[in-house]
Each structure stands twice: as structure tokens, then as C-alpha cells.
């Protein structure tokens, strides 16, 4: 793989995580399980509800009310292994020609399915 394209890659791969198409899964010995899964909703609960209640009325007429309010769960990173289960996931093998011996043969691939 060269090496500044698979930067960029990983960099691309950090930009769109977590999303709705690309939300890579692994189980607890850090094996990947599925590279897409549902962004699961949770509320800002304990302290959100408190400060809402403790605001003068008319300040807290301007936020959301308290069992509306909802974040994205919080934010989650990849660590470089895993960012290597998942480039090795998504590359196919066997694509390129004309490589030295006992080169690793692997195209890498983005993961984008709409132009």
C-alpha cells in the first residue's frame, strides 16, 4: 500500500466515524465484528434535567425541555489497530500484478458505494 494514500484513507475513515454507513463494531478481544450498525440515541440524563430545573423560568423557556433533549451517544474513537482490521477488511486481495515475492497483495478500498 502506498503510504500516503493510506494516510489519507485512515484520516477519511477518522473524518465519517461514527456515521450511518460507517460504524465499525468489534467484540471484547477487539475483533471486528460489522463495519456499519446502528448510531444508538441517549439522553443527556443525569445532569441536563437539574441545570434545566435550577435556571430561572425564564431562561429555561428558551432551552429544550429536559425529556426532549437528546445527544449522540459519546464520542467514540478508533485505535490504530482497529483502524488496521478494518482497512484490511475492506481490501481485496489478489487484484494487483507484477508484484515482488512475497509482497502483502491487497487494494485498499474507502468504503463508498454512492459517487
Same mark, same amino acid.
Given at each position: 500500500?502506498?503510504?500516503?494514500?493510506?494516510?489519507?484513507?485512515?484520516?477519511? %475513515?477518522?473524518? &465519517?466515524? +461514527?456515521?450511518? =454507513?460507517?460504524? $465499525?463494531?468489534?467484540?471484547?478481544?477487539?475483533? @471486528?465484528?460489522?463495519? !456499519?450498525?446502528?448510531?444508538?440515541?441517549?439522553?443527556?440524563?443525569?445532569?441536563?434535567?437539574?441545570?434545566?430545573?435550577?435556571?430561572?423560568?425564564?431562561?429555561?423557556?428558551?432551552?429544550?425541555?429536559?425529556?426532549? %433533549?437528546?445527544? &449522540?451517544? +459519546?464520542?467514540? =474513537?478508533?485505535? $490504530?489497530?482497529?483502524?488496521?482490521?478494518?482497512? @484490511?477488511?475492506?481490501? !481485496?486481495?489478489?487484484?494487483?500484478?507484477?508484484?515482488?515475492?512475497?509482497?502483502?497483495?491487497?487494494?485498499?478500498?474507502?468504503?463508498?458505494?454512492?459517487?
Amino acid at each position: 500500500m502506498a503510504t500516503p494514500h493510506t494516510a489519507g484513507l485512515l484520516a477519511y %475513515f477518522l473524518s &465519517i466515524y +461514527p456515521s450511518a =454507513t460507517f460504524n $465499525p463494531t468489534f467484540d471484547e478481544s477487539d475483533e @471486528l465484528i460489522s463495519l !456499519t450498525s446502528e448510531i444508538t440515541q441517549t439522553s443527556l440524563g443525569g445532569i441536563y434535567p437539574v441545570v434545566h430545573a435550577a435556571l430561572p423560568p425564564w431562561i429555561s423557556a428558551f432551552l429544550p425541555p429536559p425529556e426532549s %433533549f437528546q445527544l &449522540i451517544a +459519546p464520542i467514540k =474513537t478508533l485505535t $490504530p489497530a482497529q483502524l488496521k482490521k478494518i482497512v @484490511l477488511a475492506l481490501s !481485496t486481495p489478489g487484484k494487483l500484478s507484477d508484484l515482488p515475492t512475497k509482497t502483502v497483495n491487497l487494494l485498499i478500498f474507502n468504503n463508498a458505494t454512492v459517487a
